[in-house]
T-cell receptor
């Protein structure tokens, strides 16, 4: 079974631009979560999608958004990029019967904002 | 809100020896999961071990075991017979069984293995 796939692996953008990151979950998983990892703030929850609906959202500004498609693939978008958005963005999928029973992570997208 | 605290930013151990990483958490929930994830330089978060709060028995996975003290809200990871490949960042994480689908992570412990 293929794992969680995130594309691209690396991305360089300039301030003010927007960016879209992609995540393909493990086949059969319906929940996709996104996390931001920075040296200062650590790992922080962005949002979670389940069956194309945003089910949970963390404390991030509205510039951070996402969506999920009918095949469970998910995208997250960051508009009007700021230097502080430079981070590793991790995606995790799950398909268990219970919340948070087992999450599987991808290798992340490293975003650098110049 | 739940919090997770890892008080050891860095740890080191000699190859083949045993090391214990500490983690404490705070929650008012009775049903939850606790995890240890490993993040090597490849960046992928790899699940090391998982503990279900309603189970008294400590989880074990080969050389990895936990000491889960529910009343004390403590969840430490013991790595036996440390190997060079164990070198990585280790994150303790909390997941609610009835709340939101999300993990709350500690700040991580960087583990170095000395040959």
């Amino acid at each position: 079974k293929a794992g969680v796939t995130q594309t691209p692996r690396y991305l360089i953008k300039t301030r003010g631009q927007q960016v879209t990151l992609s995540c393909s979950p493990i086949s059969g998983h319906r929940s996709v979560s996104w996390y931001q990892q920075t040296p200062g703030q650590g790992l922080q929850f962005l949002f979670e999608y389940f069956s194309e609906t945003q089910r949970n959202k963390g404390n991030f500004p509205g510039r951070f958004s996402g969506r999920q498609f009918s095949n469970s693939r998910s995208e997250m978008n960051v508009s009007t990029l700021e230097l502080g958005d430079s981070a590793l963005y991790l995606c995790a999928s799950s398909g268990g019967q219970r919340l948070n029973e087992k999450l599987f992570f991808g290798s992340g997208t490293q975003l650098s904002v110049l | 809100a739940q919090t997770v605290t890892q008080s050891q930013p860095e740890m080191s151990v000699q190859e083949a020896e045993t090391v214990t990483l500490s983690c404490t958490y705070d929650t008012s929930e009775s049903d939850y999961y606790l995890f240890w994830y490993k993040q090597p330089p490849s960046r992928q978060m790899i699940l090391v071990i998982r503990q279900e709060a309603y189970k008294q028995q400590n989880a074990t996975e080969n050389r990895f075991s936990v000491n889960f003290q529910k009343a004390a809200k403590s969840f430490s990871l013991k790595i036996s017979d440390s190997q060079l490949g164990d070198a990585a960042m280790y994150f303790c994480a909390y997941g609610s069984a009835q709340g939101a689908q999300k993990l709350v992570f500690g700040q991580g412990t960087r583990l170095t293995i000395n040959p």
